[in-house]
């Protein structure tokens, strides 16, 4: 029995059959089995106890009247076949041949999309400060200097259209404003004076009314 130590302790899963032995029966019970726990991914190692001495010998003492092919783990022959097949039809495989659980795939993290680039905003009209008292006042005198220069380059006209007679007389007369040869002060003796006018007469009510 010391002999069989060896498979005692192994973990292994193995698969006992005799491919020399020239039964039919054994061959396709044989690839029956590989392809279970091959779709169960199952993990399992064969060996032909035709020329596996060591193999025949665990077969002879331990099978106890199971035929060939067997599955046999740590020295005990644990299932045939049918135990097999039984046990693959209720989904007890795996459980009952204490195979490790396969882990499922970790699936790959998803890599964050790159965050789209700023675009610079406008700067509202909100935003810019309001003009103080002083610059208003600023703004105001330069205006007016502005204003005085371009009224002293206007050219001033020579004569004026005006609908008033006397108006008109008193602007486009040559000797209004001009000052005479050797004397500063202009010659105002041709200009017109209101109280020269004489006044209309004012209406007598008495007269206007009927007899």
């Known amino acids: 029995m010391a002999e069989l130590a060896v498979y005692d302790n192994d973990p292994t899963l193995y698969?006992?059959?005799?491919?020399?032995?020239?039964?039919?029966h054994i061959v396709t019970a044989t690839s029956r089995i590989e392809t279970i726990l091959k779709a169960?991914?199952?993990p399992f190692k064969g060996v032909d106890t035709a020329t596996d001495e060591l193999a025949?010998?665990?077969?002879?003492?331990?099978?106890?009247?199971?035929?060939?092919?067997?599955?046999?783990k740590e020295g005990y022959v644990i299932a045939d076949l049918e135990?097999?097949?039984?046990?693959?039809e209720y989904d007890e495989l795996k459980e009952a041949l204490g195979a490790p659980a396969v882990p499922a795939p970790t699936p790959a993290k998803a890599t964050p999309a790159p965050a789209p680039a700023a675009t610079p905003t406008t700067t509202n009209k909100e935003n810019e400060p309001a003009a103080n008292p002083e610059q208003n006042l600023a703004i105001r005198q330069l205006g007016a200097e502005a204003a005085k220069v371009a009224a002293a380059k206007k050219?001033?006209?020579e004569k004026i259209s005006t609908t008033n007679p006397?108006?008109?007389?008193?602007?486009?007369s040559p000797a209004v404003g001009t000052p005479t040869k050797g004397s500063d002060k202009p010659d105002t003796s041709s200009i017109l004076s209101p109280r020269s006018i004489p006044l209309p007469a004012t209406p007598n009510p008495a007269a206007a009314s009927p007899s």
Do not use: H
């Open 40 to 42: 169960n991914k199952i």
């Open 15 to 24: 698969l006992f059959t005799s491919l020399t032995a020239g039964s039919s």
């Open 83 to 88: 135990q097999v097949e039984e046990w693959n």
């Open 155 to 157: 050219p001033v006209p």
């Open 166 to 172: 006397l108006l008109a007389e008193k602007v486009n």
């Open 56 to 72: 025949r010998k665990l077969y002879g003492r331990r099978a106890r009247g199971k035929k060939l092919p067997l599955l046999v």
